[in-house]
């Protein structure tokens, strides 16, 4: 698992469609290659996400933090969350929780399990594996190796003879 933490919310063009972004943790870029990872979500989930992350505090309690204060009522502790998986172009998140009593891990859509993560101060994983299918790198390094590759097939374009494929 790689540590996470949120660049914040961002709203692609032209669809409109929020994206929830993730990053490596620092501490960890040299093994997770500077990764970002990017979460489209809905619209409300992206106003409690951004809200929290902005440190605004509503005149009402939203969702989340309603079941941020149930879940503190029981005595119950979320540890961490884990984006786990995309399957068939849907995320996967586990919230990881203990009570006194016992553990307990259960499954949420990622965009819930970010809301709470923030407005709790609790840490954000990744899957590697996850990481390694859908992860992009943003650092300098993978601006290069993108152009090398871009100039590679520049050279290949100039080179080649419609013979070539005859």
């Known amino acids: ?11 692609e063009l032209p669809s409109n469609t929020p994206i929830v972004l993730l990053r490596a943790n620092a501490d960890d870029a040299e093994e997770s290659g500077g990764l970002m990872l990017p979460i489209f979500i809905g619209g409300p989930e992206a106003t409690a996400i951004a809200l929290a992350h ?10 989340h933090d ?31 929780m203990r009570s006194p009593s016992e553990a307990r891990v259960m499954s949420a859509r990622p965009s819930d399990a970010i809301a709470l993560a923030v407005r709790l101060g609790v840490p954000i994983f990744a899957e590697d594996e996850l ?33 070539d494929f005859a």
């Open 1 to 11: 698992m790689v540590p996470m933490e949120l660049v914040g919310v961002r709203v």
């Open 54 to 63: 902005e440190g605004v505090e509503p005149p009402r309690p939203m969702t």
């Open 66 to 96: 309603l079941f941020a204060q149930s879940l503190d009522a029981m005595d119950v502790r979320i540890e961490k969350v884990v984006i786990t998986e995309l399957r068939e172009r849907t995320f996967f998140a586990e919230l990881h």
């Open 131 to 163: 990481l390694a299918e859908v992860g992009y790198s943003d650092t300098p390094e993978a601006d290069e190796e993108s152009e090398d590759v871009v100039e590679d097939f520049r050279d290949f374009l100039d080179s080649v003879n419609p013979e």
